[in-house]
């Protein structure tokens, strides 16, 4: 039996269904290989360039059933998801490039975002829920922090350092760049992974490749987290590998 990540970002067992672009057939490929079922997160028209097919632009998993899609989601990614879950809740507001409503980096009972860019569904939910809100002024905070644990992220971006150093989240800054995004300079690190179970972290891409690479895999380790690489060239930012379901046990 499968059922939905009690944690957002956290499985606790292996992960069954998962977000992600399907603009890389390489690691598309590869991830259903592993026997994951995927949504392919589709076309969203309120965003320009590489990034309008980005899972973490247009869905924000916030724990268990709770799913937060843009109002304007590609309609075949809406009916996919409807095949697995009943109720999905829309944005108030249209994502656009400026304003990545979704974009944020849920970490148990805290959230890293950019309060001015949050929209009110996710602001609703965490009042209610007595969520920590970390304000970072990085509006793209989920495609900037590729989570490991709980207390422990990993990023290029200054303001979410500075913000995981001030509330006790144990970081690892990373050098800017070295990762791949059509029509961009670089792409992010959260952009390029997500978890396939409480002990793996998947990357779109080779991350042996990445300058970085013993310190992430070092830092990872102090988890117990193992780096899978789902590709053979440099890191890509896909826009994310988004758990939601896992096996029950």
């Not at 606790?12 to 259903?32: A, G, P």
């Not at 309120?46 to 059933?65: F, N, P, Q, R």
Request: aromatic share 8%; proline share 2%; hydrophobic share 40%.
């Amino acid at each position: 039996m499968n059922c939905f990540l009690e944690s957002a970002n956290f499985p606790q067992n292996k992960v069954t269904h998962i977000i992600m672009s399907d603009k890389k057939i390489d690691i598309l490929n590869e991830v259903r290989r592993l026997g994951l079922s995927i949504i392919v997160s589709g076309f969203l028209p309120s965003v320009a360039g590489s990034e309008s097919y980005h899972a973490d632009m247009s869905v924000c998993h916030l724990g268990k059933e709770k799913i937060v899609i843009a109002n304007n989601m590609n309609i075949n990614t809406e009916n996919a998801l409807l095949q697995i879950h009943s109720h999905l809740i829309k944005t108030k507001n249209t994502v656009t490039a400026k304003n990545p409503w979704l974009n944020v980096c849920m970490m148990g009972k805290r959230l890293i975002g950019n309060t001015k860019k949050m929209d009110q569904t996710i602001i609703d939910y965490i009042q209610q829920n007595e969520i920590q809100i970390l304000h970072t002024n990085q509006a793209y905070t989920k495609c900037s922090s590729a989570v490991i644990d709980e207390n422990a992220l990993i990023t290029a971006d200054e303001s979410i350092y500075k913000v995981c150093l001030k509330n006790q989240i144990d970081v690892l800054k990373i050098s800017v760049g070295n990762i791949g995004l059509q029509n961009y300079p670089y792409g992010f690190i959260g952009g390029t992974c997500g978890k396939f179970s409480k002990h793996i972290l998947a990357f779109s891409g080779n991350i042996k490749l990445h300058p970085d690479y013993a310190n992430i895999k070092a830092f990872a380790a102090n988890y117990g987290i193992y780096l899978l690489s789902l590709g053979k060239d440099e890191l890509y930012d896909i826009g994310g590998l988004i758990p939601i379901k896992e096996c029950e046990q």
